[in-house]
Structure formats: C-alpha cells, structure tokens
C-alpha cells in the first residue's frame, strides 16, 4: 500500500541544536515529496520541495530512494521554526497531496 | 492576492444536520481540493475539482460531496453530520498543466458537531 510515515510525533530541541525530522515513504515510481510546515496560528503552507534541491530558512530534505526517506534537516535550530512539520508526497499528474501524520518540533531557548 | 479564502471560518453543527463549507482559490489558480483534519491527525485528502468536475476522490462515504463553479470557487457539502465529522476542513488550490504544482492552503474552517 502506499503511505508515508513520519515515526516520530515530538521533536523538543534547544536552540542551536541540529534538527532532523524523519519521512518514510512507501510508494510505487517517483513521488515528488514537499515538506509542508503549520506555524501557530497561521495557514498550512510549502516548505520545500525536493526537485527544488532548494535550502529554506536553512532546512534541506534530500530525497534517498534507496532507503525511501526524505528526511528534513536543519544544522542550528531556532526558536521560530517550532511547528508543526508534515511530509507528503504527490502522486499523479493532478497535485494530490497524501500527508504524514506530522511531527511537531519545539525549540527550546 | 488574498491566496485561498475560506469561509466560515467556524461552524457548530447538530447531528443529522448538512452543512456547505465554501472556498475561494488563489487568484490564477483552476483546481480546488478538499481535506478534512481531524485533531492530531495530517490532513486527509477528500476530493479534487477541476473544469467543474470531481477528478479525484479519497476514501470518504458519498455523505461529502461538493461543486465547482465557472470562477473556479468550490463548496464542500456534508450531509446527515455524525460525530465523527467534527475536524478542521482545508481548502488546496493548485494550477493544472502545472507539473506537480504546489497546493495553497485555505486557513480552514473549524466545523463541531454536536
């Protein structure tokens, strides 16, 4: 079946700590995979995508279709980037999004 | 560009009752999608629209339905209301013939059911 799988639910960090949060995925050819992010009080919206090859607010996903993973990571964390992160892939031509169950990441002061 | 509107923003509902939740798409953007997020959960693909059609459909019962206008908007409709449909319901527009296009999020409306 396909799904993807964000193993852990909490990540609680200190500032300045490295942050890597997980993403697994299960799915037949290439999926193209976002990262979305949900701060407090605010919209769901992109983070990142991996054919971007692009660095976001210092955060990087790279894309191992060898162990199906496209785990986000960021070497200093910050106190803003605590939030609720979600992985998913997109499937088909037609911009189907399935998400992860999402993580959320606190940064502590 | 007010990006993707949703509204009403919140909703109290009773059991049996149907409810419509409405969505206006980013401007330039043709293709509306629906999810339902319940409290802990990721959202949950229901449906998708474009050309006023639905194109793509999740694992939802035929109680959720929906539309889509000429101008692109949609609505979401839920007939006879259970419990289990109190969740924060998101609107996605994307831009078809857009290779993997990226959903723009509605700020969702927040729909309890009593």
């Known amino acids: 079946a396909q799904r993807v799988t964000q193993p852990e639910k909490l990540l609680s960090v200190f500032k300045g700590a490295p942050v890597e949060l997980k993403c697994n995925y299960s799915y037949s050819g290439s999926p193209e995979l976002f990262w979305y992010v949900q701060y407090s009080r605010q919209r769901l919206q992109l983070l990142l995508r991996h054919i971007s090859r692009e660095s976001i607010k210092g955060f990087t996903a790279d894309l191992n279709k060898g162990e199906t993973s496209f785990h986000l990571k960021k070497p200093f964390a910050q106190e803003e980037d605590s939030a609720m992160y979600y992985c998913a892939p997109l499937t088909g031509a037609n911009s189907k999004l399935t998400f992860g169950k999402g993580i959320t990441l606190s940064v502590r002061p | 560009d007010a990006g993707v509107t949703q509204s009403p923003t919140h909703l109290i509902k009773t059991r049996g009752q149907q409810v419509t939740l409405r969505c206006s798409p980013k401007?330039?953007?043709?293709?509306v999608s629906w999810y339902q997020q319940a409290l802990g959960q990721g959202p949950q693909f229901i449906f998708q629209?474009?050309?006023?059609?639905?194109?793509q459909r999740g694992n939802f019962p035929d109680r959720f339905s929906g539309h889509q206008f000429p101008n692109y908007s949609s609505e979401l409709n839920v007939n006879a209301l259970l419990l289990g449909d109190s969740a924060l319901y998101l609107c996605?527009?994307?831009?078809?013939?857009?290779?993997?296009?990226?959903?723009?999020f509605g700020n969702g409306t927040r729909l309890t059911v009593t």
């Open positions: 629209y474009y050309e006023e059609e639905e194109r």
């Open positions: 996605a527009s994307s831009r078809d013939r857009v290779i993997n296009s990226p959903l723009h």
């Open positions: 401007s330039g953007h043709d293709t």
